[in-house]
């Protein structure tokens, strides 16, 4: 459980550095059931979180601690420090990086604590991009020391209410006790654990609903003995900024890296917004930002667009004028823009900054687009 | 395998049939090559099914295929562009209704914007009963506007229709609407900049017709 909280945690962390300045607190309860890899018995576990984030343009950090207790056959704490950064604002590069400590008891994988780190690199590309990562971490049981390293590649893109993603990864790592306990051996003499992870995602996201499936395969690389898939399906329905729920189910396997045994679990998470995300004040709210402006001329109008941004690989305007093609806007000194002449009538526009969302102009009246999106609405008389 | 390639091509075919029936003229035509610039079957599909239905119920099909490019370029769907277009399609129905018996292409498609951004269908015949003889595409845009820029839809049909009672200009009522969005954008609520600039105008224009009692009064 706490694998999964320190993964919802550190995805939380990497998209949060996208944002506009915001700040967000909020905790989770919940349940879960879990059953270890080769074990008969199942266990019924305690969950809180609280997680706390604050993000600008170029930087986000998010703090946060969970706690998990299943009478006495385990208990686990955990505190993580995640943090995103770029280095311009519509830089096509961004930096990730954070650091996990826990402590755990299980009857088990016996008593001890982990701690963990990652930094990962990401290349945004149109609607996706790729990332390379590498991870390491140290476990300690009963006074047993192992350490581990990964090392990964992936892929993202998204298209209208979907997002896939596929990655590689490579792991090594001298952690008998739990890789054992997931049923993949070494033969004698061997001290190290090799192995391959091909991972894939697939994420749909509609109005209040999200649906996330994910597929992992594992192959024992060298001298390791393994061959194991998991798959794993989330479903978060948001009632309100406020509130939300979320259950998940599948298997996960083992993740040496955080010390994490390989388990069947099923999760029911309520989740309470107690800052819901929000905006605080930006430093300068102009930027990133389209504004635009309509000058009357003896028939129509033209219609002015301009975005200050420093260098964004490409900006571009579409609407009814240009049967919704996508026209790219002209590079000035500060930023981008455009101007567009409208006959007499009434019209839609959006403009999209490296091949994002599309979004409505300000100074104009804004509506939703039926694809869950942005449009201006423009009259002219 | 070989069923579903026939049922692909069976519904291509009956999909072209549909397209060929539609292109009936020159707009149709310039439609048609519109429709078949977009690559994905199943959306293709989709549109000609929709317009043809926009056709058979006399609706216009323009905002329609509009839709169904914004659609496609927004990277949505075939299931998606086609709730989009069913739900523009009755939208552009009752906007027919409620502006009949006189209603342009235009007003149409203006109502139907009007009517999704929660414009009351008694406005939408207040305002057709207010200009019976003329188009009113504008002064429903310019209220789609207010609405859309959250001025209250009480508030924004109360003075659009008056504006109309009182012979306002298209370029008025549009002058009317930049100038609210500059006071939302100092500061101002939406409500508050539209009484400002509303009464503004008014207190120019003439009094409606029947009414006797000289120059408006200043508000």
Redesign the interface.
């Known amino acids: 459980m706490t694998a999964r909280v320190a993964a919802l945690v550190l995805l939380a962390a990497v998209h949060a550095a996208g944002a506009q300045s915001t700040r967000e607190v909020r905790v989770d309860a919940g349940a879960a059931q879990a059953q270890q890899t080769g074990r008969v018995a199942r266990t019924d576990a305690g969950t809180f979180g609280v997680m706390w984030r604050e993000g600008t343009p170029l930087f986000a950090a998010l703090l946060s601690g969970a706690l998990t207790y299943a009478g006495d056959s385990a208990s686990a704490a955990q505190a993580s420090l995640a943090a995103a950064w770029r280095p311009s604002n519509q830089s096509m590069w961004q930096t990730e990086g954070g650091i996990t400590a826990a402590a755990f008891g299980a009857s088990v994988l016996a008593r001890g604590g982990s701690f963990s780190g990652f930094l990962r690199e990401r290349l945004a590309i149109d609607a996706g991009g790729v990332w390379a990562g590498s991870a390491f971490g140290g476990t300690s049981r009963d006074n047993l020391a192992s350490h581990s390293t990964a090392i990964d590649l992936g892929a993202w893109w998204r298209a209208g209410d979907f997002e896939t993603s596929a990655s590689i990864s490579r792991l090594r790592s001298d952690d008998a006790a739990l890789f054992n306990a997931a049923e993949i051996f070494l033969p004698n003499g061997a001290m190290t654990f090799d192995l391959t992870d091909i991972a894939g995602e697939l994420r749909y996201e509609h109005g209040p609903l999200l649906l996330d499936a994910t597929a992992t395969l594992r192959n024992g690389v060298r001298a390791t003995i393994a061959s194991q898939s998991a798959f794993y399906l989330t479903a978060v329905w948001t009632f309100s900024p406020r509130y939300s729920v979320g259950l998940g189910t599948g298997r996960l396997l083992a993740d040496p890296v955080r010390g994490i045994p390989d388990m069947q679990i099923t999760t029911a998470v309520v989740r309470v917004a107690l800052i819901p995300i929000r905006a605080i004040a930006p430093a300068n709210p102009a930027r990133g930002a389209a504004f635009a402006t309509l000058t009357p001329k003896s028939s129509g109008a033209v219609l002015a667009v301009r975005i200050v941004a420093d260098s964004a690989a490409r900006v571009e305007l579409a609407g009814t004028f240009s049967d919704w093609r996508a026209v790219p806007l002209t590079r000035t000194a500060d930023g981008w823009e455009a101007e567009i002449a409208l006959p007499p009538g009434r019209h839609r526009v959006a403009v999209r900054i490296n091949g994002g969302a599309w979004q409505g102009l300000r100074g104009t009246a804004r509506v939703r687009d039926d694809y869950g999106g942005e449009a201006s609405l423009v009259v002219v008389p | 395998m070989k069923k579903n390639s026939l049922n692909t091509h069976v519904t291509l075919a009956a999909a072209g049939a549909l397209l060929v029936a539609f292109a009936g003229s020159r707009a149709g035509a310039q439609q048609e090559a ?1 429709v078949s610039a977009i690559r994905d079957d199943a959306t293709r599909i989709v549109v000609v099914e929709q317009l043809s239905l926009a056709k058979e119920h006399g609706v216009p099909t323009e905002p329609l295929l ?2 169904a ?9 075939s299931a ?1 562009i086609r ?2 277009m069913d ?2 399609q009755k939208r552009l129905r009752k906007a027919n209704d409620l502006l009949a018996p006189s209603a342009s292409v ?1 007003e149409v ?2 109502g139907a ?1 009007a009517l ?2 929660g414009v009351h269908d008694k406005t939408l015949r207040q305002m057709r009963q207010a200009a019976p003889r003329r188009s009113i ?2 002064e429903l ?2 209220l ?3 609405v ?2 959250k001025v209250p839809e009480a508030k924004a049909s109360k003075m659009v229709l008056d504006l109309m009672a009182r012979g306002a ?3 008025q ?2 002058a009317l ?2 100038a609210v ?1 500059n006071d939302v ?1 100092a500061g101002l609520t939406p409500e508050a900049a539209l009484d400002r600039h509303g009464r503004g105008i008014l207190s120019l224009l003439p009094p409606p017709p029947g009414v006797t009692n000289g120059n408006p009064r200043p508000r």
């Open positions: 519109r509009s839709k490019l914004e659609g496609v370029a927004k990277k949505a769907s998606s709730t989009a739900n523009l235009d498609s203006a914007d999704y951004v595409a504008v845009g310019v789609t506007e207010l859309a820029r200009t298209g370029a009522l549009t609407n930049s969005q954008a």
